[in-house]
C-alpha cells in the first residue's frame, strides 16, 4: 500500500474502532472542585474534540467526547478564596499538619487514582491523540513519580529531624511552605507533567489552584472525587475554562505565592507581569526550547540515526525534550539523511489504539496549517522535503517532514515547531553549531553525537554554561526524575526533579537558641510533649 493509499485509510468508521477503545457516550461535565465540594456549573460549556475523525458516507467528521465548564473569572476566585482559606496564612490545618499524616493524604490519593488506570489512559488516547503504549506509560510513571516523591519527602524529613550545633547556638532547620499556589500543566504531557508540579505542592503543605491544561481536560474528571475524598476541604480546588478569563484574575489578585506553569514563555511572562506584588512570586516554570542535536563527523552513524529519529518524533515531535533542529557534518550528512529516510519510513502512521503505531493525530486546532507554514516557508527560500510524502496532510494528522539543506533565514531554523517537522543544517566548522546555542533565546538540552574525544569535550564546554542538560550519544530527554530537569534563558525557572520540587515548592525555616541548660531543658519539653509539630525528632520510616 502506498503512503497516500495509507493516509487515505488511516481514519476509521465507527463500526471499526474495537468495542474496548471505543470513548462512549460524550461527558458533559459540569462539575468542578471547591472547598471539597464538587459544585456544578450552570454556564457555558467548552466541547471537547478529539483529534481522532471518523470516516463518514460525506467525508471526515471529528469526534465529540465531552464538554468541560467555562467558568468565569467570579467562579474561578471562590476557588483561590477556599485555597487561601484552607491556607489561613500558614496557620491552617494542611500547612501545620505533621509530615507523616500529608503523606497518608497522598498516599491515599494515589491508592484511589491507581483505581481509575483505565479510564484515564482512554481519555489520553482520545483527547491528545497520544498511542497506547505511551498513555499506559504516562499513566505509570505518573503513580512512580509519587512514590519517589513520598519517598524523597521521608529522607529529607529524616535529615531534618536532628538538631545542629554551631558557635555555640542550637537550632533546628526544616522545609515550610511558601503558600497558596496556581498549578498549570501542559498538553502533551497533561497528567505527568502536571503532577510533577502539584503533587510536590501538596505534599509540603502547600493549598493549591489547580487548572487542567487546554487540551487533555477531560481525563481528569475521574480524579475529581479521588481529589476530594483525600484531602482536607480547600487544599486542592480544580477549575476549568479559558485562562485569559479565570487565571488572569487569580494572578492579578495577587493571593497567589507560587505558578506551576508548564507552556510558552510568552504566556508565563504575561501571567507573572499581572501580579501586583511580584517579588513575592515563586515561580516554577517549564517552557519553550529549541534542542539541537549536533552531529560530528565522527560518529556511530546507525545511534545517531536512531536517537535523531526517535528524539525528533516520539509523540508526534510535541516534547519540549524533542530534538528540534538537527546539525550534521557535511561529510556525513548525505549517509544521515539516507539513513534518517529509511528509518522514518519504518513509523506507522494510524489510530492510538493501534499496534506499534508511532504517528498519530495533532490535537492543536490549526496545527496542520501552522506546520505546512513553516515547510512552505523552508522550501520557498531553498530547502527540500527530502522524504517521500514529508509535510501530506489528512485532517488532523501531517506526516513527518524531513527539511534539507536548512539555512538561517528559514522560519523552522528559529522557531519551535512542537510537531513532525525535522529541519537539518550542514556545517563544516564546530563554531557553527557553538554560535546557534550561545546566539540561541533558549537553553534546555542539546545532544551531541560522536566519537571524538576532543570535538565532545570542546563542545560540552562551549554548552555547559548554555543549557540545563547535555546528552552524549542520546536524545534529549526528561528522566530518569532523580536527576534535575532544569534550562536556562527562554526555557525555565527552577529546577523539577523528584528531590528538586520538594524544595522548589517549600522554604527552609530555622529555630534557633543559645545552648544553655535552660533553653536546652524549655526544647526538651517541647519535644518531649509534642507541643510542636515544627520541633520535633520524630522518624518517618
Given at each position: 500500500?502506498?503512503?497516500?493509499n495509507?493516509?487515505?485509510?488511516l481514519?476509521?468508521?465507527a463500526?471499526?474502532?474495537p468495542?474496548?477503545?471505543?470513548?462512549?457516550p460524550?461527558?458533559?461535565?459540569?462539575?468542578?472542585?471547591?472547598?471539597?465540594?464538587?459544585?456544578?456549573?450552570?454556564?457555558?460549556?467548552?466541547?471537547?474534540?478529539?483529534?481522532?475523525?471518523?470516516k463518514k458516507?460525506?467525508g471526515?467528521?471529528?469526534?465529540?467526547?465531552?464538554?468541560?465548564?467555562?467558568?468565569?473569572?467570579?467562579?474561578a476566585?471562590?476557588?483561590?478564596?477556599?485555597?487561601?482559606q484552607?491556607?489561613?496564612?500558614?496557620?491552617?490545618?494542611?500547612?501545620?499538619?505533621?509530615?507523616?499524616?500529608r503523606?497518608?493524604?497522598?498516599?491515599?490519593?494515589?491508592?484511589r487514582?491507581?483505581?481509575?488506570?483505565?479510564?484515564?489512559?482512554?481519555?489520553?488516547?482520545?483527547?491528545?491523540?497520544?498511542?497506547?503504549?505511551?498513555?499506559?506509560?504516562?499513566?505509570?510513571?505518573?503513580c512512580?513519580?509519587i512514590?519517589?516523591?513520598i519517598?524523597?519527602?521521608?529522607?529529607?524529613?529524616?535529615?531534618?529531624?536532628?538538631?545542629?550545633?554551631?558557635?555555640?547556638?542550637?537550632?533546628?532547620?526544616?522545609?515550610?511552605?511558601?503558600?497558596?499556589?496556581?498549578?498549570?500543566?501542559?498538553?502533551?504531557?497533561?497528567?505527568?507533567?502536571?503532577?510533577?508540579?502539584?503533587?510536590?505542592?501538596?505534599?509540603?503543605?502547600?493549598?493549591?489552584?489547580?487548572?487542567?491544561a487546554?487540551?487533555?481536560?477531560?481525563?481528569?474528571?475521574?480524579?475529581l472525587?479521588a481529589?476530594?475524598d483525600?484531602?482536607?476541604?480547600?487544599?486542592?480546588?480544580?477549575?476549568?475554562?479559558s485562562?485569559?478569563e479565570?487565571?488572569?484574575?487569580l494572578?492579578?489578585s495577587?493571593?497567589?505565592?507560587?505558578?506551576?506553569?508548564?507552556?510558552?514563555?510568552?504566556?508565563?511572562?504575561?501571567?507573572?507581569?499581572?501580579?501586583?506584588?511580584?517579588?513575592?512570586?515563586?515561580a516554577?516554570?517549564?517552557?519553550?526550547?529549541?534542542?539541537?542535536?549536533?552531529?560530528?563527523?565522527?560518529?556511530?552513524?546507525?545511534?545517531?540515526v536512531?536517537?535523531?529519529?526517535?528524539?525528533?518524533?516520539?509523540?508526534?515531535?510535541?516534547?519540549?525534550?524533542?530534538?528540534?533542529?538537527?546539525?550534521?557534518?557535511e561529510n556525513?550528512?548525505?549517509?544521515?539523511?539516507?539513513?534518517?529516510q529509511?528509518k522514518?519510513?519504518?513509523?506507522?502512521?494510524?489510530m492510538?489504539w493501534?499496534?506499534?503505531?508511532?504517528?498519530?493525530?495533532?490535537?492543536?486546532?490549526?496545527?496542520?496549517?501552522?506546520?505546512?507554514?513553516?515547510?512552505?516557508?523552508?522550501?520557498?527560500?531553498?530547502?527540500?522535503?527530502?522524504?517521500?510524502?514529508g509535510g501530506?496532510?489528512c485532517?488532523?494528522?501531517?506526516?513527518?517532514?524531513?527539511?534539507?539543506?536548512?539555512?538561517?533565514?528559514?522560519?523552522?531554523?528559529?522557531?519551535?515547531?512542537?510537531?513532525?517537522v525535522?529541519?537539518?543544517v550542514?556545517?563544516?566548522?564546530?563554531?557553527?553549531?557553538?554560535n546557534?546555542?550561545?546566539?540561541?533565546?533558549?537553553?534546555?538540552?542539546?545532544?551531541?553525537?560522536g566519537?571524538?574525544?576532543?570535538?565532545?569535550?570542546?563542545?560540552?564546554?562551549?554548552?555547559?554554561?548554555?543549557?540545563?542538560?547535555i546528552n552524549?550519544?542520546?536524545?534529549?530527554?526528561?528522566?530518569?526524575?532523580?536527576?534535575?530537569?532544569?534550562g536556562?534563558?527562554?526555557?525555565?525557572?527552577?529546577?523539577?526533579?523528584?528531590?528538586?520540587a520538594?524544595?522548589?515548592?517549600?522554604?527552609r525555616?530555622?529555630?534557633?537558641?543559645?545552648?544553655?541548660?535552660?533553653?536546652?531543658?524549655?526544647v526538651s519539653?517541647?519535644?518531649?510533649?509534642?507541643?510542636?509539630?515544627?520541633?520535633?525528632?520524630?522518624?518517618?520510616?
Amino acid at each position: 500500500m502506498t503512503l497516500n493509499n495509507r493516509l487515505e485509510a488511516l481514519f476509521p468508521s465507527a463500526d471499526e474502532i474495537p468495542a474496548v477503545f471505543r470513548p462512549g457516550p460524550a461527558i458533559e461535565q459540569r462539575d468542578y472542585l471547591v472547598n471539597g465540594e464538587l459544585r456544578l456549573w450552570d454556564g457555558p460549556l467548552a466541547p471537547v474534540r478529539s483529534p481522532v475523525c471518523l470516516k463518514k458516507e460525506s467525508g471526515y467528521e471529528s469526534v465529540i467526547l465531552g464538554s468541560t465548564p467555562l467558568l468565569d473569572a467570579q467562579t474561578a476566585m471562590t476557588a483561590l478564596d477556599a485555597a487561601v482559606q484552607a491556607y489561613d496564612r500558614g496557620q491552617g490545618a494542611w500547612p501545620t499538619m505533621r509530615v507523616v499524616e500529608r503523606i497518608r493524604h497522598v498516599e491515599a490519593f494515589l491508592k484511589r487514582m491507581r483505581q481509575q488506570r483505565e479510564a484515564v489512559v482512554k481519555l489520553l488516547m482520545w483527547e491528545i491523540g497520544k498511542n497506547l503504549k505511551d498513555s499506559e506509560k504516562e499513566f505509570d510513571r505518573t503513580c512512580d513519580y509519587i512514590v519517589d516523591t513520598i519517598n524523597a519527602l521521608k529522607e529529607l524529613d529524616r535529615r531534618s529531624s536532628r538538631f545542629e550545633l554551631e558557635q555555640d547556638t542550637l537550632g533546628q532547620i526544616r522545609r515550610v511552605p511558601l503558600g497558596v499556589t496556581l498549578c498549570m500543566g501542559p498538553y502533551n504531557y497533561p497528567l505527568n507533567e502536571t503532577f510533577t508540579t502539584l503533587i510536590p505542592a501538596l505534599i509540603m503543605g502547600n493549598t493549591v489552584v489547580f487548572k487542567p491544561a487546554k487540551f487533555g481536560v477531560l481525563l481528569i474528571r475521574p480524579l475529581l472525587e479521588a481529589f476530594r475524598d483525600s484531602f482536607p476541604a480547600g487544599v486542592i480546588n480544580i477549575i476549568y475554562g479559558s485562562g485569559r478569563e479565570t487565571v488572569s484574575a487569580l494572578m492579578a489578585s495577587g493571593k497567589i505565592d507560587v505558578f506551576a506553569f508548564i507552556g510558552t514563555n510568552k504566556a508565563a511572562s504575561d501571567l507573572k507581569k499581572l501580579h501586583p506584588k511580584p517579588h513575592r512570586l515563586r515561580a516554577a516554570l517549564g517552557l519553550d526550547a529549541k534542542n539541537p542535536g549536533i552531529v560530528l563527523p565522527d560518529v556511530d552513524l546507525d545511534n545517531a540515526v536512531s536517537e535523531a529519529v526517535t528524539g525528533s518524533l516520539s509523540f508526534n515531535g510535541q516534547r519540549c525534550t524533542a530534538l528540534k533542529i538537527l546539525f550534521v557534518h557535511e561529510n556525513v550528512v548525505d549517509a544521515f539523511l539516507d539513513k534518517f529516510q529509511s528509518k522514518l519510513a519504518q513509523l506507522k502512521p494510524g489510530m492510538p489504539w493501534e499496534a506499534g503505531v508511532a504517528l498519530t493525530p495533532l490535537p492543536e486546532p490549526g496545527k496542520t496549517d501552522f506546520l505546512t507554514g513553516l515547510v512552505a516557508d523552508a522550501v520557498s527560500k531553498g530547502a527540500k522535503v527530502v522524504n517521500a510524502g514529508g509535510g501530506q496532510v489528512c485532517e488532523t494528522f501531517f506526516y513527518p517532514a524531513l527539511l534539507y539543506p536548512v539555512t538561517s533565514d528559514m522560519r523552522v531554523y528559529h522557531e519551535e515547531q512542537f510537531g513532525p517537522v525535522v529541519p537539518v543544517v550542514v556545517y563544516r566548522d564546530l563554531e557553527t553549531v557553538i554560535n546557534y546555542v550561545l546566539e540561541s533565546d533558549f537553553g534546555q538540552q542539546l545532544s551531541i553525537f560522536g566519537n571524538n574525544s576532543a570535538q565532545v569535550g570542546r563542545l560540552v564546554d562551549a554548552f555547559a554554561n548554555q543549557v540545563g542538560r547535555i546528552n552524549i550519544n542520546a536524545q534529549c530527554q526528561r528522566g530518569p526524575d532523580s536527576f534535575p530537569f532544569n534550562g536556562r534563558k527562554n526555557s525555565a525557572e527552577g529546577t523539577l526533579s523528584v528531590d528538586d520540587a520538594l524544595r522548589v515548592f517549600s522554604i527552609r525555616t530555622l529555630v534557633a537558641t543559645k545552648f544553655q541548660e535552660s533553653n536546652k531543658e524549655l526544647v526538651s519539653d517541647i519535644i518531649r510533649h509534642r507541643e510542636s509539630s515544627f520541633l520535633t525528632t520524630d522518624y518517618i520510616f
